[in-house]
């Protein structure tokens, strides 16, 4: 019972580190931009399907498949960007149903291309067991991302504190106004906040291709995956982002391990209409946000 | 070096400024009057770029103005502050000024950091956050400092001084003063008390419903009975 809890924590952490990869880059969009970019977890899949063809026509593995992914993801995501700067009222409302749609548009795309079949990686070598003290069990992609995914939550949060950029980035999301009044162009530091959440965005699909199975419907279940963390985590909030993915890992994971496979989404909401009852800022929000 | 020609803004159906012409030269002191709604803010958001005329030409040392986005308006020199005061919080005070000084000015110099702060009286507050712990005068003197952190030439000042106590206000104009002579900026300030324009300007300018009613020096204005009309609702001695 005690070793079965142990797993079932030790899985819902590393599949935390995954979700805050796809979690992330709309995260940043939201923090930066007051952006719930609806379609971000088609980008995701977008990155995950290129590192697929990538591996069938080219024979290139998964991992050396990440520039190619980051050059087409980047270009949709800045499309996605140049498509929103033309928003010129009520962005927040409406950037939701433009960016609802293209995610429709890019699921149909790779829906074309790659067609309905679910496809999954030839590289065995991520889905070997990895074992960590003789008790705890995990695939290497799992470990793999896990790490990754810590790299990135600190790198990102480094670059947003310490970096001149990054404090550029969130001088326009905690003033829009007063930044350019100092200066800054606001639309620098966004095409810089989508571009940035393209690599996330990467980051998120190579994990997802080389530990589970692929299909053009997934993008947006990983949107919605994302979009609660996101909220879960307090709008705004990196380290947040991370912690939430965890939390969401770990309920997930035990719910499987203790109860039944299929409440296993459940469990993830239960505990997100929780958090959202009894602390709507999310666990690491701020209680107000001028915008 | 700033020159305002008809400027006519509209929001519906209202009109906030109608044919507005005003001109302002280097390092002048204009006090900007009028009562609430005259549309002193907007004449401010019209110079710093936040709202666009429908009408009328704006130039600043010939640079056409309109053309310009709000944060190239920042980059040749003109800087404003708000009413509410609009710090960018998460960051410190010092990060505040050189968020605007790497931006704004466009390069990095921390002794004027250094001197900005000493000379706002915020030395002391530099590390901390900008949306906590501080004082309402102390929030107006950073905003003061970011405009002057992006080394402008003309400020814009949108009732610094108000909700301040005596001494405070006393202060305050005491570096306004500074700040005008030492850096030979330009500064038009909107404020409603008089005693404080009177003692700060060589010029103001009245707006009332949008229009210029006025432009005089400080004493004649409040000699002027439409003026004391339209800012008291009621004629001196009535």
């Excluded at chain 1, 960016?99 to 429709?104: E, F, M, P, R, S």
């Excluded at chain 2, 009328?56 to 509410?84: D, E, H, M, W, Y």
């Amino acid at each position: 019972m005690f070793e079965l809890g142990l797993q079932a924590i030790y899985s819902g952490v590393l599949t935390g580190g995954y979700y805050a990869l796809v979690a992330l880059g709309l995260a940043l969009v939201f923090g930066t931009m007051r952006v719930i970019n609806l379609a971000h977890g088609e980008l995701v899949l977008l990155a995950a399907y290129v590192a697929y063809s990538a591996e069938v026509h080219l024979a290139i593995s998964p991992i050396a498949a990440i520039p190619l992914s980051l050059v087409v993801v980047s270009l949709v995501a800045v499309l996605v960007y140049v498509l929103l700067s033309h928003i010129t009222r009520d962005r927040e409302l409406n950037s939701l149903i433009l960016t609802y749609g293209l995610g429709i548009v890019l699921t149909n795309l790779m829906l074309l291309i790659w067609s309905a079949d679910i496809r999954s990686t030839t590289a065995t070598w991520f889905q070997e067991g990895a074992v960590l003290g003789d008790t705890l069990y995990s695939s290497r992609s799992e470990v793999i991302f896990f790490l990754v995914s810590l790299v990135l939550v600190a790198g990102l949060w480094f670059w947003l504190t310490r970096s001149w950029h990054g404090r550029a980035v969130r001088a326009v999301s905690s003033n829009r106004d007063a930044a350019m009044l100092m200066g800054v162009n606001p639309r620098t530091t966004e095409v810089l906040s989508f571009l940035v959440a393209g690599l996330l965005a990467t980051f998120a699909g190579i994990a997802l291709y080389t530990g589970k199975t692929i299909d053009p419907p997934l993008g947006h279940a990983l949107t919605i995956k994302a979009f609660i963390i996101t909220v879960l985590a307090g709008m705004g909030s990196i380290p947040g982002v991370l912690l939430g993915a965890m939390l969401i890992g770990i309920t997930e994971a035990l719910t499987i391990s203790f109860v039944s496979t299929s409440l296993q989404d459940l469990a993830g909401m239960v505990l997100f209409l929780a958090v959202l009852l009894l602390r709507p800022q999310g666990l690491f929000g701020f209680g107000t946000r001028r915008g | 070096m700033l020159r305002l020609e008809n400027i006519t803004v509209g929001f519906g159906g209202l009109t906030a400024l109608a044919n507005v012409t005003l001109e302002v030269g280097a390092r002048e002191l204009v006090g900007l009057v009028g009562p609430n709604g005259a549309g002193k803010t907007t004449l401010f958001n019209v110079i710093s770029g936040l709202a666009r005329p429908k009408a009328g030409t704006a130039s600043f040392n010939s640079v056409n103005l309109l053309r310009k986005p709000v944060q190239a308006r920042a980059r040749i020199g003109i800087a404003r502050t708000f009413q509410i005061p609009q710090p960018l919080h998460e960051l410190t005070v010092r990060q505040n000024l050189i968020v605007a000084q790497t931006f704004g000015a466009g390069h990095r110099n921390a002794r004027r950091i250094d001197e900005i702060l000493d000379f706002i009286g915020l030395k002391r507050k530099a590390e901390e956050n900008a949306a906590d712990g501080l004082a309402l005068s102390e929030h107006k003197a950073l905003e003061v400092g970011k405009a002057l952190a992006t080394e402008p030439k003309l400020i814009l000042l949108d009732e610094v001084l108000a909700g301040l106590e005596t001494a405070g206000k006393r202060q305050f104009m005491q570096t306004l003063k500074r700040m005008h002579q030492e850096a030979g900026l330009a500064i038009i300030i909107i404020e409603h008390d008089i005693e404080t324009i009177l003692a700060l300007c060589q010029r103001a300018v009245v707006l009332d419903f949008g229009k210029v009613i006025a432009d005089q020096t400080p004493e004649e204005i409040f000699r002027n009975p439409a003026v004391m009309r339209s800012y008291t609702g009621a004629t001196p001695g009535a």
